[in-house]
DNA sequence: TTGATACATCAAAATATTTTGATGTATAAT
DNA sequence: ATTATACATCAAAATATTTTGATGTATCAA
């Protein structure tokens, strides 16, 4: 969740929304320095919210949808519980 | 998204998730200082991730359902349009 | 109207994150 | 073998965020 907090991580993952991205690809949409992708890419793959996949020179990243489901159902949790608050007697 | 980025702000989100609490509840169940609260209470509501009603001298906060649900549907459409990329043809 | 409570705001200090540029590693092409 | 490409990693510098403690404002109770 916290690696939600950079504004150019929102826009990696914005570009992996179309698929697979490698570094390159993200050099070439973005004008972002190769090392700086990298250091964001890293933090994304901590949090578990992008995988890899190696194919010889290239690295081609892509979203991992069940982290992305995971954080839906927490938000979720977050409003149903409260709604359920409203109501009473059960 | 970005402000869900602290801890602290994740655990304040998580306790509104009761319902309304107000500064003074924070502080009971976090032991954060007072100040403290209050600024990442100001930086939830500039994300319009809670709304504020003040009742005398209490302001009780709570979770605003449609800031949310747009952050539901953002990660949606992340991964929905990846998955159109897989099939074809339509 | 005085004092207490609930919260906001501020500036300075503390801390954390990000960027940069250099260097390292692995793969592949010549 | 040598060179080029794709990417990772590192330390230092730059920048941003957070914390602290003090002060300010509004509301309420005595």
Redesign the interface.
Known sequence: ??S????FR?EI??L????EVCVCDIMKLTKLSQSRISYHIKILKEASLISDRQEGRWVYY??N?EA??L??EW?????D??SN?KRCCE
Chains 1, 2 share one sequence.
Do not use: A, E, Q, R
């Open positions: 969740m916290v939600f907090s950079d504004p929102l993952i914005d992996m929304m179309d698929g892509s979203l949808k992305l489901f954080i839906k938000i979720t949790s977050l409003t519980y409260s608050k």
